[in-house]
């Protein structure tokens, strides 16, 4: 439920974090394919590009949070995204298992990207839509 009115400068980023969010997906769809798709070489790079869009949408959060303090409906997507950065962890020091890597992007990471990206847009929505 929509409960604030967006400047056109926190509508903007509102509308950025929102793409970033969409990218971020198909950029794991990718990467969860590379896994069994030996024509999909690029992989790693799109995996550490996924990890460094991570840590763009936990930076973002801070600016989020203060924004949305008063919705506890989007404060509540934006505390969930831990949910998928504890599904990382394991991975921490591990990247170079390739078996341990693609085990844990695809039944860790990626569906728990997919449950919160999900969540959080139609949060946004009310928001960012026209």
């Not at 990382?88 to 298992?97: A, F, R, S, V, Y």
Request: aromatic share 8%; glycine share 4%.
């Amino acid at each position: 439920m929509k409960t604030l009115e967006l400047t056109e400068e926190q509508l903007e980023f509102c509308k950025q974090y929102a793409g970033l969010i969409e990218t971020v997906s198909e950029a794991l769809d990718y990467v969860v394919a590379s896994f069994s798709d030996l024509e999909k070489t690029e992989g790693d790079v799109v995996l550490n590009d996924v990890i460094q869009a991570f840590v763009q949408i936990a930076q973002s959060h801070v600016s989020l949070e203060v924004l949305f303090q008063d919705d506890k409906e989007v404060a509540s997507g934006i505390q969930s995204f831990s949910n998928v950065l504890n599904q990382l962890e394991p991975l921490e020091g591990k990247m170079d298992d390739l078996t341990l890597r693609s085990d844990i992007i695809t039944n860790g990471v990626a569906p728990a990207y997919r449950i919160w990206s999900s969540d959080m847009l139609s949060k946004l929505k009310a928001y960012i839509s026209v």
